[in-house]
């Protein structure tokens, strides 16, 4: 008689349709039980096609027909993609990633790579299976914020396994080029960099990737809302107005885009002096609320210019690691609580119809899977 574990061997031959992970290896399969010669299944997949379903039914009852006699296969699967999906394309060539986060600014310089960096280790000290994909393909700094400089890329077969620094994937342009290495890049370039960061990258399954985005609003930033659904947007600004200026493209970008504004990190707001710990006002302070109000959004943190923000980037010791009891530490930890509330409450409107790519099975969601994908789901991308 065939036990749950047996079950769960044959399942793991049933690939998810259009993929070449099975439904076992993408954590698909939430429950199984056997009574005698009958088993259920419950799977929770992400896609709300019909065709997924069809195929994954017949598949499955298939490959456990020698098994058991019945099959009963329930499953959960997300509401057809609604109106306000936010994915420009429908497009996913990561599906084993809940989340991801962009975090653009309108110009350079205002703390983006930073923020990225202690947001994203503050959400992995909150629980989160976290990543961060440095997209700054102009200026990439976060092997050196994250403490892995110098460090060799690890490849496996033809994919780079990401770094882990405090218990947060990371992988970066910065690490595959090397040192100091500039390059020209062009429009079709930029796109092609950032498709194979997120699909010939490792990046297990994570709660959250954050993104840490080239400043501006160009190529990078359109490839990247065009190859997966972004759940959201984290503008970075410095208080002062020309920089809020600068803020508006940006926070007009996430709209023009579908991408839902998670909120804005109001950066360089005010200085903490370390050595009698008061407060001043340099670039202005609680310029943010009015940009949020404006846009229907919210100020996830000021934080101000604190030496020890500086210093841990530049030694790889992110703050909100190494100095928990800073202030800084205290409100990047505040403003990640915000962040994933809001990121919960995106989740729940959208649901996880969007984190599926909605071609039909059997086709690569991929666009640089070409036709003949269809065939023999070699389409020279990550997800075959
Ligand atoms: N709140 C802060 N207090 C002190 N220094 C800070 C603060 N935020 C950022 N910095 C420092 O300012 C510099 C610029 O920050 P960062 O590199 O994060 O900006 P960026 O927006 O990513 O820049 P780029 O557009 O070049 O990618 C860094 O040296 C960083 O350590
Ligand atoms: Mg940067």
């Not at 098994?67 to 499953?75: A, H, M, S």
């Not at 986060?101 to 202690?118: A, F, I």
């Not at 666009?367 to 990550?382: H, V």
Request: charged share 20%; hydrophobic share 40%; proline share 5%.
């Amino acid at each position: 008689m065939a036990t749950v574990a047996d079950i769960k061997s044959a399942l793991e031959n049933v690939k998810y349709p259009g993929f070449a992970k099975s439904i076992v290896e993408f954590g698909f399969v939430k429950d199984v039980q056997v009574d005698g010669s009958a088993c259920s299944i419950l799977l929770d997949i992400t896609s709300s096609a019909q065709e997924v379903e069809d195929q994954l039914r017949k598949d499955i009852t298939e490959s456990l027909s020698t098994l058991v006699e019945n099959i009963t296969v329930n499953i959960k699967k997300p509401q057809p993609q609604k109106q306000n999906s936010n994915s420009v394309s429908g497009k996913n060539i990561a599906p084993h990633i809940k989340n991801f986060v962009m975090v653009s600014s309108g110009k350079g310089g205002v703390g983006k790579s930073t923020t990225t960096v202690n947001l994203a280790v503050a959400a992995a000290m909150q629980g989160k299976k976290v990543g961060i994909l440095d997209a700054d393909i102009y200026g990439p700094n976060i092997p050196r914020m994250m403490g892995l400089q110098g460090q060799e890329v690890e490849v496996i077969g033809n994919k780079a396994k990401p770094f882990n620094a405090y218990g947060v994937d990371v992988m970066s342009m910065g690490s595959l080029m090397q040192e100091g290495q500039a390059l020209i890049w062009r429009g079709a370039m930029i796109m092609k960099a950032i498709e194979q960061l997120l699909r010939d990258i490792l990046w297990e399954e994570l709660d959250i990737l954050f993104i840490d985005m080239p400043p501006g609003t160009g190529d990078a930033q359109l490839t990247l809302a065009q190859s997966v659904p972004v759940t959201c947007g984290v503008n970075v600004t410095t208080p002062q107005h020309v920089a809020l200026d600068d803020s508006r493209r940006s926070l007009d970008m996430f709209q023009k885009l579908h991408i839902p504004i998670g909120g804005i990190i109001e950066n360089m707001s005010g200085f903490i002096c370390p050595k009698c710990g008061e407060e001043s006002d340099i670039f202005g302070m609680g310029t943010c609320d009015a940009l949020a109000e404006q846009y229907n959004t919210q100020v996830l943190g000021n934080l101000p210019i604190e030496p020890a923000i500086r210093e841990g980037g530049d030694a790889g010791k992110p703050v909100v690691y190494f100095q928990p009891e800073s202030e800084s530490a205290k409100r990047y930890m505040q403003a990640t609580q915000k962040l994933i509330s809001y990121i919960d409450e995106v989740s729940d409107k959208v649901e996880n119809a969007s984190i599926q790519p909605t071609t039909p099975p059997g086709v690569s969601a991929c666009s640089t899977a070409g036709a003949a994908s269809k065939d023999n789901n070699s389409g020279g991308c990550g997800c075959h």
